[in-house]
Protein backbone atom coordinates (compact mmCIF):
# COMPACT_ATOMS: atom_id res chain seq x y z
CA UNK A 1 0.00 0.00 0.00
CA UNK A 2 0.89 3.55 -0.58
CA UNK A 3 1.88 5.00 2.42
CA UNK A 4 -1.09 7.52 3.37
CA UNK A 5 -0.92 11.59 3.76
CA UNK A 6 -3.94 14.12 4.49
CA UNK A 7 -5.80 15.56 1.82
CA UNK A 8 -5.51 18.77 1.46
CA UNK A 9 -9.11 19.89 0.54
CA UNK A 10 -9.44 22.96 -1.89
CA UNK A 11 -12.12 24.42 -0.05
CA UNK A 12 -14.39 27.28 -1.15
CA UNK A 13 -17.68 28.91 0.14
CA UNK A 14 -21.02 27.77 -1.50
CA UNK A 15 -21.49 31.52 -3.37
CA UNK A 16 -17.84 31.68 -4.36
CA UNK A 17 -18.33 27.85 -5.58
CA UNK A 18 -21.09 29.01 -7.46
CA UNK A 19 -19.33 31.89 -8.65
CA UNK A 20 -16.28 29.75 -10.34
CA UNK A 21 -18.59 26.98 -11.29
CA UNK A 22 -20.27 29.69 -14.10
CA UNK A 23 -16.93 31.16 -14.75
CA UNK A 24 -15.02 27.69 -15.59
CA UNK A 25 -18.24 26.90 -17.81
CA UNK A 26 -17.73 30.23 -19.35
CA UNK A 27 -14.26 29.55 -20.19
CA UNK A 28 -14.71 25.77 -21.31
CA UNK A 29 -17.75 27.21 -23.45
CA UNK A 30 -15.54 29.38 -25.35
CA UNK A 31 -12.89 26.54 -26.47
CA UNK A 32 -13.33 25.48 -30.11
CA UNK A 33 -11.55 22.52 -32.41
CA UNK A 34 -9.82 25.45 -34.70
CA UNK A 35 -8.62 23.63 -37.74
CA UNK A 36 -6.61 26.72 -39.23
CA UNK A 37 -3.17 27.32 -37.37
CA UNK A 38 -0.85 30.19 -37.40
CA UNK A 39 3.00 28.94 -37.41
CA UNK A 40 3.85 31.33 -34.74
CA UNK A 41 5.90 29.31 -32.21
CA UNK A 42 4.68 28.50 -29.01
CA UNK A 43 7.36 28.13 -26.07
CA UNK A 44 8.01 24.56 -25.61
CA UNK A 45 7.57 24.78 -21.72
CA UNK A 46 3.93 25.96 -22.25
CA UNK A 47 3.70 22.58 -23.87
CA UNK A 48 5.24 20.90 -20.90
CA UNK A 49 3.07 22.16 -18.02
CA UNK A 50 0.10 21.47 -20.29
CA UNK A 51 1.15 17.98 -20.64
CA UNK A 52 1.70 17.92 -16.76
CA UNK A 53 -1.35 18.79 -16.37
CA UNK A 54 -2.98 16.13 -18.69
CA UNK A 55 -0.77 13.67 -16.23
CA UNK A 56 -3.09 14.72 -13.53
CA UNK A 57 -5.76 12.85 -14.92
CA UNK A 58 -6.92 9.41 -12.56
CA UNK A 59 -5.73 6.51 -14.17
CA UNK A 60 -6.92 2.79 -13.64
CA UNK A 61 -4.77 1.47 -10.46
CA UNK A 62 -2.56 5.10 -11.27
CA UNK A 63 -0.85 3.49 -14.11
CA UNK A 64 -0.89 6.55 -16.04
CA UNK A 65 -1.22 4.26 -19.21
CA UNK A 66 -0.46 7.23 -21.58
CA UNK A 67 3.07 8.54 -23.41
CA UNK A 68 2.40 12.09 -25.03
CA UNK A 69 4.59 12.02 -28.19
CA UNK A 70 5.51 15.85 -29.01
CA UNK A 71 7.12 16.43 -32.25
CA UNK A 72 8.03 19.86 -33.95
CA UNK A 73 10.76 18.59 -36.16
CA UNK A 74 9.29 19.83 -39.83
CA UNK A 75 10.78 16.66 -41.03
CA UNK A 76 8.87 14.94 -38.80
CA UNK A 77 5.89 16.84 -39.28
CA UNK A 78 6.13 16.42 -42.79
CA UNK A 79 6.07 12.51 -42.99
CA UNK A 80 2.77 12.42 -40.57
CA UNK A 81 1.14 14.86 -42.70
CA UNK A 82 1.99 12.62 -45.64
CA UNK A 83 1.09 9.48 -44.35
CA UNK A 84 -1.94 10.86 -42.65
CA UNK A 85 -3.42 12.09 -45.65
CA UNK A 86 -2.72 9.24 -47.71
CA UNK A 87 -5.32 7.50 -45.54
CA UNK A 88 -7.56 10.09 -45.11
CA UNK A 89 -8.18 10.48 -49.04
CA UNK A 90 -8.74 6.58 -48.84
CA UNK A 91 -11.12 7.69 -46.17
CA UNK A 92 -12.74 10.21 -47.71
CA UNK A 93 -13.22 8.97 -51.32
CA UNK A 94 -15.08 5.48 -50.53
CA UNK A 95 -14.13 4.08 -46.78
CA UNK A 96 -16.24 6.28 -44.96
CA UNK A 97 -20.11 5.61 -45.32
CA UNK A 98 -22.42 8.08 -47.11
CA UNK A 99 -24.41 8.88 -43.62
CA UNK A 100 -20.83 9.44 -42.23
CA UNK A 101 -19.84 11.61 -44.72
CA UNK A 102 -23.32 13.42 -44.83
CA UNK A 103 -23.06 14.24 -41.06
CA UNK A 104 -19.04 15.55 -41.54
CA UNK A 105 -20.70 17.83 -44.69
CA UNK A 106 -21.49 20.65 -42.27
CA UNK A 107 -17.90 20.64 -40.76
CA UNK A 108 -16.22 21.15 -44.38
CA UNK A 109 -13.62 18.69 -43.21
CA UNK A 110 -11.90 16.88 -46.05
CA UNK A 111 -8.66 14.79 -46.41
CA UNK A 112 -6.29 17.46 -46.83
CA UNK A 113 -4.51 18.39 -43.41
CA UNK A 114 -2.14 21.27 -44.01
CA UNK A 115 -2.17 21.91 -39.93
CA UNK A 116 -0.22 18.96 -39.75
CA UNK A 117 2.56 21.19 -40.82
CA UNK A 118 1.51 24.68 -39.39
CA UNK A 119 1.19 24.00 -36.09
CA UNK A 120 4.00 24.29 -34.37
CA UNK A 121 3.77 21.16 -31.65
CA UNK A 122 1.87 18.20 -32.66
CA UNK A 123 1.21 15.96 -29.68
CA UNK A 124 0.45 12.41 -30.48
CA UNK A 125 -1.48 10.42 -27.34
CA UNK A 126 -0.41 7.08 -27.06
CA UNK A 127 -2.74 4.83 -25.27
CA UNK A 128 -0.61 1.90 -22.96
CA UNK A 129 -1.97 -1.59 -23.63
CA UNK A 130 0.45 -3.26 -20.97
CA UNK A 131 3.25 -1.45 -19.39
CA UNK A 132 6.97 -2.97 -19.99
CA UNK A 133 8.58 -3.26 -16.46
CA UNK A 134 12.42 -5.04 -16.48
CA UNK A 135 11.48 -6.65 -18.98
CA UNK A 136 7.95 -8.01 -17.43
CA UNK A 137 4.95 -7.38 -19.10
CA UNK A 138 2.42 -5.60 -16.33
CA UNK A 139 -1.35 -5.07 -17.04
CA UNK A 140 -2.77 -1.82 -17.28
CA UNK A 141 -6.62 -1.25 -16.58
CA UNK A 142 -9.42 0.65 -17.95
CA UNK A 143 -7.28 2.05 -20.99
CA UNK A 144 -9.49 3.98 -23.11
CA UNK A 145 -11.20 5.58 -20.26
CA UNK A 146 -7.94 6.44 -18.31
CA UNK A 147 -6.33 7.64 -21.93
CA UNK A 148 -9.78 9.68 -22.73
CA UNK A 149 -9.82 11.47 -19.20
CA UNK A 150 -6.31 12.41 -19.38
CA UNK A 151 -6.54 13.97 -23.26
CA UNK A 152 -9.74 15.95 -21.80
CA UNK A 153 -7.43 17.30 -19.33
CA UNK A 154 -4.91 17.99 -22.29
CA UNK A 155 -7.59 19.85 -24.33
CA UNK A 156 -8.67 21.71 -21.49
CA UNK A 157 -5.44 22.90 -20.24
CA UNK A 158 -4.59 24.24 -23.76
CA UNK A 159 -7.34 26.03 -23.66
CA UNK A 160 -6.68 27.51 -20.25
CA UNK A 161 -3.02 28.42 -21.36
CA UNK A 162 -4.72 30.32 -24.29
CA UNK A 163 -4.05 28.00 -27.59
CA UNK A 164 -6.46 26.21 -29.80
CA UNK A 165 -6.19 22.22 -30.32
CA UNK A 166 -7.63 20.08 -32.96
CA UNK A 167 -8.82 16.48 -31.49
CA UNK A 168 -7.46 14.86 -34.81
CA UNK A 169 -8.26 10.94 -35.63
CA UNK A 170 -6.15 10.02 -38.80
CA UNK A 171 -7.98 6.89 -39.59
CA UNK A 172 -6.07 4.20 -39.43
CA UNK A 173 -3.18 5.83 -37.38
CA UNK A 174 -0.85 2.95 -36.97
CA UNK A 175 1.06 5.19 -39.09
CA UNK A 176 2.29 6.84 -36.65
CA UNK A 177 3.32 3.85 -34.17
CA UNK A 178 6.03 3.70 -37.17
CA UNK A 179 6.79 7.10 -37.82
CA UNK A 180 7.38 7.85 -34.00
CA UNK A 181 9.38 4.09 -33.52
CA UNK A 182 6.97 3.47 -30.91
CA UNK A 183 7.06 -0.19 -28.82
CA UNK A 184 4.68 -2.84 -29.52
CA UNK A 185 2.28 -2.26 -25.98
CA UNK A 186 1.82 1.73 -27.40
CA UNK A 187 -0.83 2.36 -29.79
CA UNK A 188 -2.11 5.82 -30.59
CA UNK A 189 -4.89 7.29 -29.76
CA UNK A 190 -5.82 11.09 -30.50
CA UNK A 191 -3.47 13.31 -32.62
CA UNK A 192 -3.76 16.97 -31.90
CA UNK A 193 -2.23 19.88 -32.86
CA UNK A 194 -1.40 23.05 -31.02
CA UNK A 195 -1.01 26.91 -31.08
CA UNK A 196 -1.97 30.17 -32.02
CA UNK A 197 -5.18 30.58 -34.52
CA UNK A 198 -4.14 31.83 -38.14
CA UNK A 199 -5.19 35.38 -38.09
CA UNK A 200 -8.67 35.82 -39.40
CA UNK A 201 -9.81 31.68 -38.61
CA UNK A 202 -13.08 30.82 -38.59
CA UNK A 203 -15.04 28.03 -36.76
CA UNK A 204 -18.41 26.33 -37.90
CA UNK A 205 -21.12 28.14 -35.93
CA UNK A 206 -22.66 25.62 -33.92
CA UNK A 207 -24.79 25.19 -30.92
CA UNK A 208 -24.32 22.76 -27.74
CA UNK A 209 -26.70 20.39 -26.34
CA UNK A 210 -28.87 22.53 -23.49
CA UNK A 211 -28.64 20.77 -19.92
CA UNK A 212 -31.69 19.38 -20.23
CA UNK A 213 -30.91 17.14 -23.39
CA UNK A 214 -27.68 15.73 -21.50
CA UNK A 215 -28.74 15.25 -18.24
CA UNK A 216 -31.13 13.81 -16.00
CA UNK A 217 -32.00 14.33 -12.14
CA UNK A 218 -33.16 11.88 -9.65
CA UNK A 219 -33.79 13.81 -6.67
CA UNK A 220 -36.14 13.20 -3.90
CA UNK A 221 -39.90 13.59 -4.62
CA UNK A 222 -40.86 16.12 -2.48
CA UNK A 223 -44.73 15.89 -3.21
CA UNK A 224 -44.63 12.51 -2.63
CA UNK A 225 -43.07 13.04 0.85
CA UNK A 226 -45.08 15.09 2.12
CA UNK A 227 -48.14 13.38 0.67
CA UNK A 228 -47.02 10.10 1.81
N1 LIG B 1 -10.72 11.56 -39.50
C1 LIG B 1 -11.26 12.35 -40.55
C2 LIG B 1 -12.75 12.41 -40.54
C3 LIG B 1 -13.42 13.02 -39.39
C4 LIG B 1 -14.24 12.26 -38.60
C5 LIG B 1 -14.94 12.81 -37.58
I1 LIG B 1 -16.18 11.67 -36.51
C6 LIG B 1 -14.84 14.20 -37.30
O1 LIG B 1 -15.55 14.77 -36.27
C7 LIG B 1 -14.05 14.99 -38.11
C8 LIG B 1 -13.30 14.38 -39.16
C9 LIG B 1 -10.67 13.76 -40.53
O2 LIG B 1 -9.92 14.07 -39.60
O3 LIG B 1 -10.92 14.52 -41.45
Known amino acids: MYPHIPYLPVQF ?30 PKEIIENILRTASTAPSG ?3 QPWTFCVVSDPAIKSQI ?14 RMSEEWL ?23 VFKKAYEMEGGE ?10 VGIAAGFLLAAIHHAGLVSLTHTPSPMNFLQKILDRP ?13 PAEGATVPDLVRKPLEKIAVFYETNQIGLENG
Open 13 to 42: TEAEMLQRSRDFYGHMNRRRTVRNFSDRPV
Open 61 to 63: AHK
Open 81 to 94: REAAEAEERESYNG
Open 102 to 124: RDLAPLGTDWQKPFLETAPWLIV
Open 137 to 146: RRKCYYVSES
Open 184 to 196: DNERPFLLIPVGY
